[in-house]
């Protein structure tokens, strides 16, 4: 299991229904695309990285680790709009406003990134799924994620496995023979995969399955409170972007 799903399944708030964490999440999700960067966007990030050090109960270091990865897809992102392609400085110069463009879509992208974290760390996968049909997903469409969601884990642990054994046999020693055992570690992976689909199949099969999976959702009612507070807290994030908008230059 990811250590963020682990994150998830042991949260302070794992019991709460879904629909209040998207609720906050992609609100404040949506608050960091559609408020100015400065200011709104840095209160965005202030905010869900409160809520999640705070009543959500994530450890800081899982936080970091988790958000290191799409804060480098920001990074890679904001990192062209500092330079233009053609006019007379060359082929390629630094954009005369481009690092005030690369600053605003890193304050975006990142404040955004960190409220869907906040969705991620608090509310596991296979709490959110099965809920999908109720609003309108097709079931077909939600099952196969469900059965990829769930074989994904397998085949992640098979790859640590077939690694952690090329390296108990000197497969990483050099370059030539990492390379080797990558390719023999994708060859296993891609084996294993059908392998793992045709049993997962034939078990589906002996079990009656008759094109839906059935599945026990935990019991969870909509908390009115709950939804109050974050509705609160997006409304007060607007208000005080526009009223330091106005006063900070």
Do not use: N
Request: aromatic fraction near 6%; proline fraction near 7%; include cysteine.
């Amino acid at each position: 299991m990811l250590p963020i799903d682990a994150a998830a399944h042991s949260s302070r708030w794992r019991r709460r229904h879904p629909c209040e964490k998207a609720v906050l999440g992609f609100g404040l999700t949506a608050l960091a695309v559609c408020l100015p960067p400065w200011p709104g966007a840095v209160l965005v990030a202030a905010a869900a990285l409160a809520v999640l050090l705070g009543p959500a109960g994530v450890a800081p270091r899982q936080v970091w680790r988790a958000w290191r990865i799409p804060l480098g897809f920001c990074v890679t992102g904001a990192v062209p709009l500092l330079f233009q392609v053609g006019g007379a400085g060359g082929l390629v110069t630094l954009a005369p406003d481009g690092p005030v463009h690369a600053g605003q879509l890193l304050l975006r992208t990142s404040a955004a990134s960190l409220g869907v974290l906040l969705f991620a760390f608090t509310t596991p996968v296979s709490d959110v799924l099965p809920r999908l049909v109720r609003a309108g997903v097709p079931a077909p469409v939600v099952d196969v994620a469900l059965v990829m969601y769930r074989i994904s884990f397998l085949l992640l642990d098979a790859v640590r496995r077939v690694r952690e054994a090329q390296a108990a046999r000197l497969g990483l020693t050099s370059r030539a023979a990492a390379w080797r055992s990558l390719a023999g570690l994708g060859a296993t992976a891609f084996v294993r995969a059908f392998d793992r689909a045709a049993r997962l199949q034939t078990g589906l099969a002996g079990r009656g399955y008759d094109g839906t999976l059935r599945v026990l959702v935990p019991p969870a009612a909509v908390s009115g409170r709950f939804l109050g507070a974050s509705a609160a807290l997006l409304a007060g994030l607007v208000a005080l972007t526009l009223v330091l908008e106005r006063c900070l230059p």
